[in-house]
């Protein structure tokens, strides 16, 4: 199973965001059963909380539902996870900080990189804004990004890992 996380700094707008998109998409691709992923948060704020209401609003008007409940990166997430995407360059800072305090070493670049490195439309800064204090046609913006994004750190992870989409399920009722 490949493991990716999602990490921004609160966990209850851009990453629970990027794991629900990125979990759909996932599905679409018939990959579920080889890549799966979660969300954590660089500060312990919203631990046990539901996603911000704008990310809800935003995902539910693409018919995405998410039970994600926050939680804060942890020291065993740092192994656990194959891929560790994050939204900022603060936050990459934050990771990339807490690795080499408790692991000793630099995290690789396969492992941990900001998710827009994958953006095809990326124009100038690599990041997802952070929409906390914004409105919701900020949201929408960040919810493309991470679409655009999405799709692409799979076509990576299809490639890196040798995947192969899973043979749909066969139908009862065919010969
Ligand atoms: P996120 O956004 O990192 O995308 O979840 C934020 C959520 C909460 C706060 C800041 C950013 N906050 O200050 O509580």
């Known amino acids: 199973m490949v493991k990716v996380l999602f ?3 609160g966990n209850i707008c851009r990453s ?3 794991e629900s998109i990125f979990k759909q998409l996932v599905q679409e691709r018939q990959l579920s059963s080889q890549i799966s992923t979660d969300s ?3 500060q312990g704020w919203h631990v046990g909380k539901s996603p911000d209401r704008r990310t809800l609003e935003v995902l539910s008007e693409h018919n995405i539902e998410t039970s994600h ?3 804060k990166l942890s020291v065993a997430d740092l192994t656990t ?3 560790i995407a994050v939204m900022d360059e603060a936050n ?3 990771v990339y900080n807490f690795y080499y305090e408790n692991l000793n070493a630099t995290p690789p670049a396969r492992k941990l990189f900001l998710i827009r490195d994958f953006d095809p439309e990326v124009e100038g800064v690599q990041e997802v804004q952070d929409p906390y204090y914004e409105d919701k046609k900020v949201f929408r913006k960040v919810f493309d990004t991470l679409r655009r994004s999405c799709n692409a750190l799979i076509d990576y992870i299809v490639e890196e890992h040798n995947l192969t989409p899973e043979e749909p399920a066969e139908d009862e009722y065919s010969d």
């Open 7 to 9: 990490v921004c700094l």
């Open 16 to 18: 629970p965001m990027a």
């Open 40 to 42: 954590a948060g660089i």
């Open 69 to 71: 409940v926050g939680q």
């Open 81 to 83: 996870y194959n891929h």
């Open 92 to 94: 990459f800072e934050a």
